[in-house]
């Protein structure tokens, strides 16, 4: 059966690990049978460093569906967005594709979006050096 999965969550709260760990129980870690398609890929050097560049957002979360697209058309098994998707239009082109091509698609949250002593935990932790100011406008704006 083809699966896709929609993670949503704050920075820090996971998602990445998530991610991992679903492929690892799903399909044994078998990176032939899964791909994790997550818009912060387009945001990493060449020396393996993060570097944030609003400017390009839009471009690189065009350019994160585009992978996930291809993916399905591929016919890999499992596919996982591992992008915060706050609000809904955020993920729903993502969903849409996988149903339009047969996979079932689960949307999972990952860890507590409203409480606030977690916000503090997930700034500390995120790699990304999110702010907690951030975090927790993005707590506020998560659509369920």
């Known amino acids: 059966m083809k699966q896709a999965f929609i993670l949503r969550g704050l920075p820090g709260s996971g998602k990445s ?21 997550s818009t912060d890929d387009y945001f990493l050097q060449t020396d393996g460093s993060y570097q944030f560049d609003k400017t390009k957002l839009s471009e ?9 697209i291809n993916s399905l058309a591929e016919g890999i098994e499992l596919v996982i967005v591992d992008n915060t998707n706050i ?16 996979y079932q698609v689960k949307e999972v949250v ?9 916000q503090h935990l997930y700034q ?18 998560f659509e369920w």
């Open 17 to 37: 690990h998530y991610a991992f760990s679903l492929a690892e129980e799903l399909v044994g870690g078998d990176e032939t049978r899964y791909v994790i398609c």
């Open 60 to 68: 690189f979360h065009n350019l994160n569906l585009a992978r996930f």
């Open 87 to 102: 609000r809904r239009w955020e993920y729903v082109a993502y969903s849409a594709a996988a149903h339009a091509m047969g």
């Open 124 to 141: 500390k932790r995120n790699i990304h050096h999110v702010a907690l100011r951030t975090i927790s406008n993005m707590a506020r704006q």
């Open 110 to 118: 990952v860890g507590e979006v409203k409480d606030k002593s977690l």
